[in-house]
């Protein structure tokens, strides 16, 4: 059974930092491409981030280059979000998202909550 299961979100002030995980099980994790999205309130889900199967390719959505660092450790089926310089405009629930071909998995999503 496919499972993406996400956590580390939660309430952070403005300017904090935050490192989210996503654990993966039921498949060859090195094998996919992985990418974090978030979605917020009243807004559509948008891409965030996405790291190619070896961890050796990193791409970031303009709106959080330089504050975000996705990772993966393919030897714990684990990715990572590590988030810095946390602005209001980053409160969301992100999603990690699993792509190998034309199959694509998603996670339920951790609430970051970005207040002062």
């Known amino acids: 059974q496919v499972q993406l299961v996400e956590s580390g979100g939660g309430l952070v002030q403005p300017g904090g930092s935050l490192r989210l995980s996503c654990a993966a099980s039921?498949?060859?994790?090195?094998?996919?491409?992985m990418s974090w999205h978030r979605q917020a309130p009243g807004k559509e889900r948008e891409w965030v981030a996405t790291v190619t199967t070896a961890g050796s390719n990193m791409f970031y959505a303009d709106s959080v280059k330089g504050r975000f660092t996705i990772s993966r450790d393919n030897a714990k089926n684990t990715l990572y979000l590590q988030m810095r310089s946390l602005k209001l405009e980053d409160t969301a629930l992100y999603f990690c998202?699993?792509?190998?071909?034309?199959?694509?998995?998603w996670g339920q999503g951790t609430q970051v909550t970005v207040s002062s």
């Open positions: 998202k699993a792509v190998l071909n034309t199959q694509t998995w």
């Open positions: 039921g498949f060859t994790f090195s094998n996919y491409v």
